[in-house]
């Protein structure tokens, strides 16, 4: 159940390289009102904190080597926000610290095109998803 399915609907995605964010901005905006691209952390955090997201889709790169704290000030900056985390490594033990900070998902971005609107609405649902492409490692 998305958000938008009602013409609704707030997300940011984080991504630092162009071309995939405008793919991704795409796919997006199939299912939310409003899709707001940042480039980079500090953009990310004051948007999260303005613009009250109902998802945040973040290049795990972004966290900079500290996942736990780049985790906690999304939360800390938009709390109710569901959390999907993009990577360009497909490894189950990376799906599980990603779990551990308390992200609600983890996709790899080679899976974008066939998993990204079914694990947005598996996180909007309130439930974990993980990369099918880790799960098959």
Known sequence: MREASAGGGCVILAERHHALSEGVRGLLETAFRRV?????????IAGAGSLDPDLIVAELAM???DLPGFVGRLRGAAPAARLLLLTDRD???????????????????????TELLAAVDTVLAGQRYLSRAAARL
């Open 36 to 44: 707001f691209v940042v480039a980079d952390e500090a953009s990310l």
């Open 63 to 65: 966290a900079s080597g």
């Open 91 to 113: 490894h189950p033990t990376l799906a599980r610290i990603v779990a551990a900070t308390g992200a609600d998902g983890y996709l790899a971005k080679r899976a974008i095109a």
